[in-house]
């Protein structure tokens, strides 16, 4: 994980992630320098840096972003078979560049298109819909 100071996780999350790697042998790190952070990564996962009713703090995210922007030069660092993820909608040219979020290492489309066949499920469940989850066959 990298992020600039003051944009850490809730350190209860934090816990809770350091108690699952004891679990699945995992390994999760704070890295300030995101050049550190992406050198070998197989995956690249960014957010927007200013969420809904965080406006107001856009520009002085934008400032303390710098550097963060997951743009070709961060992806050559990453492994070369290195895929980008981001869960959308993005902000094209702020945390994620466009020929980056556009390039062949790209998943996002995937990503959002996976997520909604789920999200589906999810609410076909919670209506009322199946008893039990489609299977391949329908």
Request: charged fraction near 20%.
């Amino acid at each position: 994980i990298s992020c600039p100071p003051g944009y850490d996780i809730p350190s209860e999350n934090w816990d809770t992630a350091k108690a699952l790697t004891a679990v699945t042998g995992a390994t999760i790190e704070l890295i300030r320098q995101p050049e550190i952070a992406v050198d070998g990564a197989d995956v690249l996962y960014t957010d927007v840096w200013t969420s809904m009713g965080q406006e107001a703090e856009t520009e002085q995210r934008h400032r303390d972003f710098a550097g963060f922007q997951l743009d070709a030069r961060l992806l050559a660092l990453a492994s070369e078979s290195a895929i980008v993820m981001h869960p959308l909608p993005a902000h094209l040219d702020a945390e994620i560049a466009a020929d980056v979020h556009y390039s062949p290492a790209s998943v996002v489309w995937d990503q959002a298109e996976n997520r909604l066949h789920v999200q589906i499920a999810v609410l076909a469940y919670l209506l009322g819909g199946r008893e039990e989850p489609l299977s391949a066959g329908g």
